[in-house]
């Protein structure tokens, strides 16, 4: 009989979960020139970091999202679960999770977060004494979400998200506007389309059609008209129990067209005996405006009156941003909440926020080639090593360089100089010095540019004036 050892066991080959992903040096580099891209924005107009923790108690997170984001969580089994008294009613909970969705905190009392803006809201409350209002936030971790894994979308991925909570002034709505073009202009995503509406547009329209009980499910099917298309969401509207009559007048509203303020005055018609209604066209109106005198870079603005992302805490303005030159979905999204804390026992507390998907955007990049080369190049200056001599004089020079900032190595090891210039280029390094007992006796060095192939010789300084 064969029994497989634990070493045999070692060996198989290693794997991750799907929908997560290892990133090596380069990738990573990438990554972080989004994020400082981003976080200096950010900190321009005024935001202010915090981290909240990567769990969250299922009671926090559950109700948040709709039924759909509900099913999405990651929720964590309790810990030392197996040493309960109680494992009759472990077995029956079980037996019950298996049947159909259910919380049951003798199971799991905590999930991974879903995304950053209810674990942001319970912040609020809880430290509510220590904030100065209106609070500014920004937050940049990674999110969970147990999603069927495809291009553009994983199960472990980050966010970067910007909120101002406790003022319900449309300025913050017309500054993220502002933002989102910034950012993504800075990170030479010019051809892309903010896409904004307002729920209370979606409210108007549910109560015109005369089923203002169907909010959710109507906004949650005409989100997805991107993927569907018409006749799939007008099924999923019948399968949610929306009257036939209701789906005949919501028809003109998906074939809406012209300029932002030709559709606004349609649906002002549509929506003319809805006070709900008008009033979100009259706040969109607003923040259309005022961005147009402000002015944006390339970025187009649309209204879209299907755009509804199917979260259950917008009340307001609704926002969507998509890359128009590759096949991607939204990179940026966010809206108003406005009693998002009431929720955890902090009434009247309205906010306002997006979130950039860090992820999606580096894939879009990538395949744009955006990325800059200097944003490759982590190490600007790497010294040749002919010996041990050379080797320390080398690393006093590059003790100096990095004084002035600029990042260097000195190659570990005398071997042969084509595999310390193969290194140099496979590590995209700009400039090469090599030191031999010549230069040691001038005080010079001699440095090669290895982007042009020419080659120098001067001072130290010489070299820092030209990366500088």
């Known amino acids: 009989m064969y029994i497989c050892t634990s070493l045999e066991n070692m060996s198989s080959k290693p794997s991750i979960p799907k929908g997560t992903r290892d990133f090596l040096p380069e990738v990573m580099v990438k990554r972080n020139y989004i994020f400082s891209t981003i976080r200096t924005v950010f900190e321009k107009y005024g935001f202010l970091p915090i981290e909240t923790p990567s769990m969250e108690n299922l009671s926090t997170l559950t109700g948040k999202y709709g039924e759909e984001g509900d099913q999405l969580l990651f929720k964590i089994l309790n810990s030392r679960i197996h040493e309960s008294n109680k494992k009759d009613q472990l077995r029956s909970e079980f037996e019950l999770s298996l049947e159909k969705s259910r919380n049951s905190e003798i199971l799991t009392e905590k999930a991974l977060r879903y995304d950053l803006t209810v674990p942001f809201a319970r912040f609020v409350v809880q430290n509510q004494n220590e904030l100065s209002f209106p609070f500014k936030r920004y937050q940049i971790q990674p999110v969970w979400r147990a999603d069927k894994p495809q291009k553009g979308r994983y199960r472990e991925f980050f966010q970067c998200d910007v909120d101002v909570v406790g003022s319900d002034s449309l300025i913050h709505e017309i500054e993220l506007v502002l933002i989102i073009d910034e950012v993504l202009s800075k990170l030479g995503l010019t051809d892309v389309t903010i896409k904004l509406n307002n729920l209370k547009i979606l409210s108007g329209i549910a109560e015109v059609c005369g089923e203002k009980e169907k909010l959710v499910a109507i906004t949650v099917a005409i989100d997805k008209l991107d993927k569907i298309g018409i006749d799939g969401v007008i099924k999923e509207l019948r399968e949610k129990g929306v009257s036939e009559n209701a789906i005949q007048k919501m028809d003109p509203l998906f074939a809406l067209n012209g300029s932002n303020e030709e559709k606004l005055r349609s649906l002002s018609t549509f929506l003319e005996l809805s006070e709900t209604g008008l009033k979100g066209i009259e706040e969109l109106s607003y923040v259309l405006e005022n961005v147009n005198k402000i002015g944006v870079g390339k970025a187009n603005i649309e209204f879209d009156v299907t755009l509804a992302r199917g979260l259950n805490y917008y009340t307001g303005a609704i926002f969507e941003v998509k890359a128009n030159n590759v096949q991607m979905g939204s990179i940026t999204g966010g809206g108003r909440y406005d009693d998002l804390t009431g929720l955890f026992g902090l009434k009247g507390m309205s906010g306002v926020g997006i979130s950039f998907g860090a992820d999606r955007i580096y894939d879009v990049m990538n395949e744009l080639n955006l990325f800059p080369d200097s944003v490759l190049a982590s190490t600007k200056v790497l010294f040749i090593n002919f010996g041990?001599?050379?080797?320390?004089?080398?690393?006093?020079?590059?003790?100096?360089?990095?004084?002035?900032?600029?990042?260097?190595?000195?190659?570990p090891s005398s071997v042969k100089m084509a595999k310390q210039m193969k290194y140099a280029n496979d590590k995209k390094v700009p400039f090469v010095v090599m030191i031999g007992s010549k230069e040691m006796d001038s005080g010079l060095i001699t440095f090669k540019d290895m982007n042009s192939g020419e080659q120098f010789s001067g001072k130290p300084e010489d070299l820092i004036s030209r990366i500088k």
């Open 388 to 411: 041990e001599a050379e080797q320390f004089y080398s690393m006093k020079i590059a003790s100096d360089f990095r004084k002035k900032g600029i990042a260097c190595e000195v190659y």
